[in-house]
Nanobody, 123 residues
């Protein structure tokens, strides 16, 4: 069974940094696009950043995090990352990773979600 396992959340002061990880466990052959979403209390889940696969690694960011967050991936480790710098209280949310995963070359991509990791920015 393939699943996405997130780590790296926690409590950080304003202006601090955190690095989130999203590792695909189980047998897979390929990960296409990877995305990070976040959901603040009482709000809808929104897209924060995305990165394409195929060795291209084209990135895209929500305006609210441009210049502060960096999405990356290590395909050898089947892992994606979200480096978050200059964190603000409004960045407080549960962060979810999302990825299109192919288990074998004979199957189509399946969309998976991580369990979510809480990021709290507070003094």
């Amino acid at each position: 069974q393939v699943q996405l396992v997130e780590s790296g959340g926690g409590l950080v002061q304003p202006g601090g940094s955190l690095r989130l990880s999203c590792a695909a466990s189980g047998s897979i052959v390929n990960i296409n696009v990877m995305r990070w979403y976040r959901q603040a209390p009482g709000k809808e889940r929104v897209l924060v950043a995305s990165i394409t696969g195929g060795g291209i690694g084209m990135t895209n960011y929500a305006d609210s995090v441009k210049g502060r967050f960096t999405i990356s991936r290590d395909d050898a480790k089947n892992t994606g990352y979200l480096q978050m710098n200059s964190l603000k209280p409004e960045d407080t949310a549960v962060y979810y990773c999302n990825a299109a995963v192919r288990r074998t070359w004979y199957q189509t991509y399946v969309e998976l979600w991580g369990q979510g990791t809480l990021v709290t920015v507070s003094s």
